[in-house]
């Protein structure tokens, strides 16, 4: 981007075209307020649900979240995206995650239960076919979510030493390498039986991690060793003061970047939830439950004091101005965006 794009912040909002979305929505980011007002659309590629920005800003991706699946890569040009070479096919079905580590852009594939690693060019375009993929193995007690593997994220950890996936269908997380855009398993961490993992955030001192469990309503607190590559669940917290069974189902989770407060989303309950970090990173204590603004909040998005939910079948995107001294979140606006799915801002 120039210089002067580069002082214009924009959201790249993800959405799922297959329920009514326009596909990947760019929108201006107010300077003050957090507001964003949509600028335009495109589709390039089906239900393009998770999106992820460069270290630059200059490429955003997307996954397919389909049946084939696929990634797909688009250039930043002040307030548009434009495709950078066609979708590359990904080897694994219903990618739900990706993240960008050591050159490749990594898709974690929640229908075949696998991680694929795509290179990534100099430039930031697509290199091709993925470099390797690597299949998960394995099963939860639940009858219908866990009868198979589930990758439902995949990031690099604080070092980037490792790749670290979640396993909603066998309730662990795997802790890989990736050499040579070869991927290899160094240590799968169970977690408890039937919870379903969804996603993990790192806390900022690289030491504690944090997972989402979406088939029980909790946060799983984990200690992180980096030079050995270790993750070690300590405590589990429940997100919701009363939480139907069968009627929430935690979806995002973000840590503020000074490590004071987490936040996670809750679908069906549709709330967030804000807990103040204590004990060097090993304790959450509850704060306060507060409505998501609309209807089923499937991810979170915090940057310049204000939270953004990705409101999946209210079609909207909501945020909140965050209180620097309780990390309660405030409603502070809405837009509409059909079938949104996910929020990124550089």
Known sequence: MADGDRRRRRAFIGSFTAAGGSGIVTAAVAGHGGALTPLGSADGVPDPSYLALSADGRMLYAVSETEDGAVAAYR????????SGPPVRIDGSGPTHLSLAAGHVLTANYGSGSVS???VRADGRLAGAPSDVLRHTGSGPHERRQRGPHAHQVQPDPSGRWIVSVDLGTDSVRVCTLTDGRLAVHREVALRPGS????????????????????????????WDARAGTLGPLTETPLLPDAPAG????????????????WTATRGADMLSVFAVEE???RLRPVATVPCGGHWPRALTLSGGFLYVANERSGDVTWFAVHPGTGVPEWAGAVQVPAASCVVIG
């Open 76 to 83: 930043v040009k002040g307030e548009t995206i434009e495709p």
């Open 117 to 119: 690693a795509v290179p």
């Open 196 to 223: 379903g993992p969804r996603h993990l955030a790192f806390h900022p001192d690289g030491d504690h991690a944090y997972v989402v469990n979406e088939l029980t309503p909790t946060v799983t607190v984990c200690r």
């Open 247 to 262: 009627d929430a189902y935690p979806s995002g989770v973000v840590v503020a970047p000074d490590g004071r407060f987490l």
């Open 280 to 282: 060097g990173g090993e």
